[in-house]
Structures are given as C-alpha cells and as structure tokens.
C-alpha cells in the first residue's frame, strides 16, 4: 500500500487514518515507558499545572511526534521532547497561566523583598541593588504571589498586599 502523500499545512491536526492509528498505537505500546518518563520530567517542571493536563499535552504530542517522526533525521525522543514543551506551553498559553519573570528580574524582586520584609527603607533597597525605583516595581510585580483555580483555569491574583503596595500605602498615609 502505498502512503499518500502529506498536506503541506495543517497535517498534524487532521484526524488519523486508519493506517496512522495502527501506527500510533504500535509506537504507543513501544514507547509507554519513556512517556511515563517524559510526564513525571513535565510535572516537576509544570508544578502548578494538574498532572491529567499535562499528561493529555504529552499524548497530543505523541500523536504529533508519530506523524512528522522520520527516523533518518533524529530520535524519536528528541522530537517528542520538543512537542512535548510546545503543547505544554500553548496549554498553559491558553488557559490563561502566568509566564515566569526573567531570572535576573525574579533574582532583583526576591532580594528586595526580603530586605523590605526586614524593614529595609525603599532608599535602602534601590541604592543596594542599583536599580531604579521602576525597575523595583517592575520586579516586585512581576514576582508578585499568585493564586491558580486549576478546574477553571482562571488566573486570581492573591490578596495578599506585596511590598510595592505597601511602600504606595505609606507614601499615600
């Protein structure tokens, strides 16, 4: 039988063939331990995501993963990690989620949170740092704690008062 050939577009979303569910499910049965490997990789990595989420996410990619697999360019694994990551993060792109800081920002917004937590001046902080006061807010807030409805995926802000609203409610008092 021969194999028809693939759309230039869109193929990996279109619904299987019957020949492409035989060979899903064939390289599903072969590889059901690096799968399990590549969810408990993704819910470390993922810890305020539920565990069914991702672990759909990795199924779509596998499904993907099959459908553009060519075993002469690379390894099967290589390809799923990269579909792998990229449905997850679509998912999490989707459903509203919180895209992490930079880690020189997180780094400058947990420092100054703690010398304000200690009762550190905003002078203080700034001339520690070397950092303007609107790259202090900036870290502050992009650092903010945050609280996730996992069922809805909707994005609650916590109530929690951060140090920068603090620092504006004394300067307004």
């Known amino acids: 039988m021969g194999q028809k050939p693939r759309p230039k577009t869109g193929y990996l979303a279109t619904p299987l063939t019957r ?5 899903v499910g064939r390289l599903y049965r072969e590889h059901q331990g690096l799968v399990k490997l590549m969810g408990r990789k993704m819910c470390r990595k993922y810890t305020y995501v539920a565990h069914d989420d991702l ?5 779509i990619a596998f499904i993907k993963t099959c459908r553009a ?14 579909f792998s990551e990229g449905e997850i993060r679509h998912f999490i792109r989707d459903h509203n989620w919180l895209v992490k800081a930079p880690g020189t920002v997180r780094t400058v917004g947990q420092r100054a949170r703690h ?3 200690r009762g550190e001046r ?4 700034l001339q520690h740092l070397n950092i303007s006061e609107k790259k202090l807010k900036e870290a502050l807030v992009a650092t903010r704690p945050t609280d996730h409805e996992i069922r809805g995926f909707d994005l609650h802000v916590c ?12 300067d307004d008092g």
Request: proline share 9%; hydrophobic share 35%.
């Open 69 to 82: 697999w060519d075993p002469t360019k690379g390894t099967f694994s290589t390809l799923l990690t990269v």
């Open 159 to 170: 109530p929690r008062p951060t140090p920068w609203d603090l620092l504006e409610a004394e």
């Open 55 to 59: 672990f759909s996410c990795i199924d």
């Open 19 to 23: 020949d492409e569910q035989y060979r």
């Open 122 to 125: 905003l002078e203080t902080v």
């Open 115 to 117: 010398m304000l937590n």
